[in-house]
């Protein structure tokens, strides 16, 4: 008897070549369902339809097809076992040798702008999940396809060895459970979305890998890219125009870099990233501009950065960026005349993605026997709910570069604290394990540019030693969350030495 084959896909990709060589080189009976049934008929290749098959017509609009013992019966049989073979002649069952199934688009789906509810629970397949699961379960007895990638190496076993052998029907197996899982977590994580706003009960997280990378954080870590969801987002979505691959480390400081510019819309900014922290950042009137100051703010540790631009690279930007060693280089976009100029350069990895002010809900992190999960730090800044608790009361001016100190304070190791003027970072003091230690890094950085500078802490002030170390530095104004029991003290410490100070009511530690 003809070996049998259940052919029911939504991509569709590569299936006619599939089927034919199937039938036409290895004599297989197929049965289809719906569109797939169409296509294969439409393309000439011999098909019975499943509903003529069960003697079943599909029904409630096709939700129920292939949910039917004579098919899910020739999918779990086991060949060996004399009462299922039993079993399936008594009910006239044929065994199906292989089942090629991909699910429908439910990712797709959700991430229309505008979809509904009801849209998106269409989308939600049952009985190619029951089949995958069904076949995976079995694969001692047949194979399963869920991926058009597949189609030709499983040619291939055919062709070599007359069937599938055990090792590839377990590999597709495998394959067939992540498939599944991937695709009942995207449905739990959209259903929890339009439910509550706090985390779910059960949080799960599911990627297929981009590329394997050359090492982790040091070379003796092995490590992956992996992609969340079936349409590429974020840094999978983002083309890059020169370079050698990306690497593990590179990732880490580029999505830091994302972060930190997305802070800032308004005007052209800059960043340079250094091991996850802010070397340089500023704001100026042209992208060129905001580039320079960011690069000398702190060049001695921009020499080998990771660069993050909010405004497209032109040629003038592009001719400063090759006078140093870079790592990586993102941004929006950028001009013809540029790219040219850049490959003189060619190591120097050249990023474009257009959407740099997306980033993930959540944060996830490793720890032994789990992970935690937090919301992401996405709140933004509103100076009008700042409070000014000194006698000094704020000028535009200053209160404008205070929040610039913020935005970029918020991305930088606690404990943070960072010097600015003109918007742009003078000294960054990050990772420290006190406060003190912070702002005297940061101070020094700065040297005699803290005359009349600005500068943020991400975190309050339990004691007043790091206000009059500003004051004798020569700060002029301090922004921090407050919270303290011993706030009076930094804020009388203030009024004394006649500083501003405001308070935000946020902390944004960062560890």
């Given at each position: 008897?003809?070996?049998?084959?259940?052919?029911?896909?939504?991509?569709?990709?590569?299936?006619?070549?599939?089927?034919?060589?199937?039938?036409?080189?290895?004599?297989?009976?197929?049965?289809?369902?719906?569109?797939?049934?169409?296509?294969?008929?439409?393309?000439?290749?011999?098909?019975?339809?499943?509903?003529?098959?069960?003697?079943?017509?599909?029904?409630?609009?096709?939700?129920?097809?292939?949910?039917?013992?004579?098919?899910?019966?020739?999918?779990?049989?086991?060949?060996?076992?004399?009462?299922?073979v039993k079993d399936l002649e008594d009910?006239?069952?044929?065994?199906?040798?292989?089942?090629?199934?991909?699910?429908?688009?439910?990712?797709?789906?959700?991430?229309?702008p505008g979809v509904t509810l009801a849209d998106a629970v269409e989308q939600i397949d049952i009985g190619g999940p029951a089949m995958l699961r069904a076949s995976s379960k079995n694969f001692a007895h047949l194979t399963v396809l869920c991926d058009p990638a597949q189609?030709?190496?499983y040619l291939q076993e055919l062709r070599q060895n007359g069937s599938a052998s055990l090792e590839f029907r377990q590999k597709c197996a495998l394959k067939g459970?992540?498939?599944?899982?991937?695709?009942?977590?995207?449905?739990?994580?959209?259903?929890?979305?339009t439910q509550s706003e706090g985390l779910p009960e059960t949080y799960t997280v599911s990627g297929t890998q981009i590329q394997p990378l050359r090492y982790g954080e040091n070379p003796h870590q092995p490590a992956a890219w992996y992609q969340t969801g079936t349409k590429p987002?974020?840094?999978?979505?983002?083309?890059?125009?020169?370079?050698?691959?990306?690497?593990?480390?590179?990732?880490?400081?580029?999505?830091?870099?994302?972060?930190?510019?997305?802070?800032?819309?308004?005007?052209?900014?800059?960043t340079i990233i250094k091991h996850t922290n802010p070397c340089g950042t500023a704001e100026a009137e042209t992208?060129?501009?905001?580039?320079?100051?960011?690069?000398?703010?702190?060049?001695?540790?921009?020499?080998?950065?990771?660069?993050?631009?909010n405004r497209a690279i032109d040629a003038a930007t592009a001719t400063e960026l090759t006078k140093t060693f870079l790592e990586c280089v993102v941004a929006p976009s950028c001009d013809e005349e540029a790219k040219e100029i850049l490959t003189k350069k060619g190591n120097v990895r050249v990023l474009i993605l257009p959407d740099l002010l997306t980033g993930p809900k959540e944060t996830v992190?490793?720890?032994?026997?789990?992970?935690?999960?937090?919301?992401?730090?996405?709140?933004?800044?509103?100076?009008?709910?700042?409070?000014?608790?000194?006698k000094r009361q704020p000028t535009p001016a200053e209160l404008a570069e205070l929040l610039f100190a913020w935005k970029v304070c918020k991305h930088v190791k606690s404990n943070a604290i960072v010097i600015s003027k003109d918007r742009t970072t003078l000294g960054v003091g990050a990772g420290q394990m006190n406060r003190v230690g912070s702002a005297k890094i940061a101070l020094e950085q700065a040297g005699e540019k803290?005359?009349?500078?600005?500068?943020?802490?991400?975190?309050?002030?339990?004691?007043?030693?790091?206000?009059?170390?500003?004051?004798?530095?020569?700060?002029?104004?301090?922004?921090?969350?407050g919270g303290s029991l011993r706030d009076k003290d930094s804020i009388k410490a203030a009024d004394e030495l006649g500083l501003l100070m405001l308070v935000t009511g946020v902390r944004h530690f960062l560890h």
């Amino acid at each position: 008897m003809a070996r049998l084959a259940l052919l029911s896909v939504s991509n569709k990709t590569g299936i006619i070549d599939l089927a034919r060589s199937l039938v036409e080189e290895f004599g297989f009976d197929i049965i289809s369902s719906g569109g797939t049934a169409k296509t294969l008929k439409d393309a000439g290749i011999p098909v019975t339809k499943v509903s003529d098959y069960t003697g079943s017509p599909e029904i409630l609009g096709g939700r129920v097809k292939t949910l039917h013992p004579r098919i899910h019966g020739g999918i779990l049989a086991r060949r060996d076992l004399e009462q299922d073979v039993k079993d399936l002649e008594d009910n006239q069952i044929r065994p199906i040798d292989l089942v090629v199934v991909n699910l429908y688009p439910f990712e797709q789906t959700i991430a229309k702008p505008g979809v509904t509810l009801a849209d998106a629970v269409e989308q939600i397949d049952i009985g190619g999940p029951a089949m995958l699961r069904a076949s995976s379960k079995n694969f001692a007895h047949l194979t399963v396809l869920c991926d058009p990638a597949q189609y030709d190496e499983y040619l291939q076993e055919l062709r070599q060895n007359g069937s599938a052998s055990l090792e590839f029907r377990q590999k597709c197996a495998l394959k067939g459970f992540l498939h599944t899982a991937s695709y009942d977590n995207a449905i739990a994580a959209y259903l929890a979305d339009t439910q509550s706003e706090g985390l779910p009960e059960t949080y799960t997280v599911s990627g297929t890998q981009i590329q394997p990378l050359r090492y982790g954080e040091n070379p003796h870590q092995p490590a992956a890219w992996y992609q969340t969801g079936t349409k590429p987002t974020g840094w999978a979505a983002a083309t890059k125009l020169q370079g050698k691959e990306l690497s593990y480390n590179n990732l880490v400081d580029l999505e830091a870099a994302r972060r930190i510019i997305a802070e800032f819309t308004a005007s052209p900014a800059a960043t340079i990233i250094k091991h996850t922290n802010p070397c340089g950042t500023a704001e100026a009137e042209t992208i060129f501009d905001a580039y320079q100051k960011a690069f000398n703010a702190d060049s001695t540790s921009a020499f080998g950065g990771i660069v993050a631009l909010n405004r497209a690279i032109d040629a003038a930007t592009a001719t400063e960026l090759t006078k140093t060693f870079l790592e990586c280089v993102v941004a929006p976009s950028c001009d013809e005349e540029a790219k040219e100029i850049l490959t003189k350069k060619g190591n120097v990895r050249v990023l474009i993605l257009p959407d740099l002010l997306t980033g993930p809900k959540e944060t996830v992190r490793a720890i032994a026997g789990g992970f935690l999960v937090q919301t992401a730090d996405d709140i933004v800044a509103d100076t009008a709910k700042w409070q000014v608790v000194t006698k000094r009361q704020p000028t535009p001016a200053e209160l404008a570069e205070l929040l610039f100190a913020w935005k970029v304070c918020k991305h930088v190791k606690s404990n943070a604290i960072v010097i600015s003027k003109d918007r742009t970072t003078l000294g960054v003091g990050a990772g420290q394990m006190n406060r003190v230690g912070s702002a005297k890094i940061a101070l020094e950085q700065a040297g005699e540019k803290t005359q009349g500078a600005f500068l943020a802490s991400d975190g309050f002030f339990p004691f007043d030693d790091t206000v009059r170390t500003a004051a004798a530095a020569g700060i002029t104004a301090i922004v921090q969350p407050g919270g303290s029991l011993r706030d009076k003290d930094s804020i009388k410490a203030a009024d004394e030495l006649g500083l501003l100070m405001l308070v935000t009511g946020v902390r944004h530690f960062l560890h």
